[in-house]
């Protein structure tokens, strides 16, 4: 049985991150079946977000089906942490 880190990790491999407007910053945004959807930013160090590209940490948004933002973005996330926030949005 594959443990739960193997099968997070493919999670966060179905983000495809494009440029971000901010010099050296990355991001990737994905839409689930249930219309929930994810945003993953990261950038340089100083540039304002909440995760950094250099040690692979990275800042997530959580929009619900009516486009609204929960709360507020999540930084310094591990690709793990990623992963397992885009497995239980899978299930809402």
Same mark, same amino acid.
């Given at each position: =049985? $594959?443990?739960?880190t193997?099968? +997070?990790?493919? =999670?966060?491999?179905?983000l ?5 407007? /901010?010099?050296?910053? /990355?991001?990737a945004?994905?839409?689930? @079946?249930?219309?929930w959807? /994810?945003?993953?930013?990261a %950038?340089? $160090? %100083?540039?304002?977000?909440? %995760?950094?590209?250099?040690d692979?940490?990275? @800042?997530?948004? /959580?929009?619900?089906p009516? %486009?609204? =933002? +929960? @709360? ?5 996330? +591990? ?6 926030? =885009? ?6």
């Amino acid at each position: =049985m $594959p443990c739960l880190t193997n099968l +997070t990790d493919t =999670m966060f491999d179905q983000l495809t991150f494009q440029a971000h407007p /901010i010099p050296g910053a /990355i991001q990737a945004r994905y839409k689930f @079946e249930n219309d929930w959807s /994810i945003s993953v930013v990261a %950038g340089l $160090p %100083g540039s304002g977000l909440y %995760g950094n590209v250099t040690d692979n940490t990275y @800042e997530v948004a /959580i929009y619900r089906p009516n %486009g609204n =933002m +929960t @709360e507020d973005v999540i930084g310094w996330n +591990t690709k793990e942490e990623v992963s397992a926030m =885009m497995k239980v949005l899978s299930h809402l």
